[in-house]
T-cell receptor, first 118, second 108 residues
Framework: NAGVMQNPRHLVRRRGQEARLRCSPM?????VYWYRQLPEEGLKFMVY????????ESGMPKERFSAEFPKEGPSILRIQQVVRGDSAAYFC????????????????FGSGTRLTVV | EDKVVQSPLSLVVHEGDTVTLNCSYE??????LLWYKQEKKAPTFLFML????IEKKSGRLSSILDKKELFSILNITATQTGDSAVYLC????????FGAGTRLTVKP
């Protein structure tokens, strides 16, 4: 059981390019959560997805950011037209199902993707 | 490979009890260890530990790191129902590696 896999581990993008971050949840987990960690700050919730469904995107910036979790394949966090302020570590966590926040079944976190915008 | 193991996985206590949560780790090049409390959508930051033997304190919570034995503990004294949460330990070493968390339930 490989755990939550995030790739790439490090991503460098120039301003204006698109960044795609992938998260493969643990086997048997159907819920995915994305977080952003800015330097010197805690983890900030972005979006919570179930397969083919966005449950809560209240933490997601309204523009340039989108997320999906298709029926097959990993969850994708997409950032269009990246700016310097998007530089951060992005973490994904998964859980088997939800009973409130945090899930009573616990989260498993990935190791994150560090995005650097130059 | 870097590893973080938290224990116990869950714990049920009564208000007023003192609890100790454990986090042991294996790492190639240590930078820092962080503790978080997760009640709702996102974990909230509690402590960052970089040096052995120096206790960090915030109200009823305190934490200490032992770099020789490769573990950290988080203590909560005089627990309250509001302390009920999942407590996460994370190793910050270029990448961030989280433990599975300890679910603490404090009963009235």
């Amino acid at each position: 059981n490989a755990g939550v896999m995030q790739n790439p581990r490090h991503l460098v993008r120039r301003r204006g390019q698109e960044a795609r971050l992938r998260c493969s949840p643990m086997k048997g987990h159907s819920h995915v959560y994305w977080y952003r960690q800015l330097p010197e700050e805690g983890l900030k919730f972005m979006v919570y997805l179930q397969k083919e469904n966005i449950i809560d995107e209240s933490g997601m910036p309204k523009e340039r950011f989108s997320a999906e979790f298709p029926k097959e394949g990993p969850s994708i966090l997409r950032i269009q037209q990246v700016v310097r302020g998007d530089s951060a570590a992005y973490f994904c966590a998964s859980s088997p199902r939800l009973q409130g926040f945090p899930s009573n079944y616990g989260y498993t976190f990935g190791s994150g993707t560090r995005l650097t915008v130059v | 490979e870097d590893k973080v193991v938290q224990s116990p996985l869950s714990l049920v206590v009564h208000e007023g009890d003192t609890v100790t949560l454990n986090c042991s780790y294996e790492v190639t090049n240590f930078r820092s260890l962080l503790w978080y409390k997760q009640e709702k959508k996102a974990p909230t930051f509690l402590f960052m530990l970089t040096s052995s033997g120096i206790e960090k304190k915030s109200g009823r919570l305190s934490s200490i790191l032992d770099k020789k034995e490769l573990f950290s503990i988080l203590n909560i004294t005089a627990t309250q129902t509001g302390d009920s949460a999942v407590y996460l330990c994370a190793l910050n070493n270029n990448d961030m590696r989280f433990g599975a968390g300890t679910r603490l339930t404090v009963k009235p």
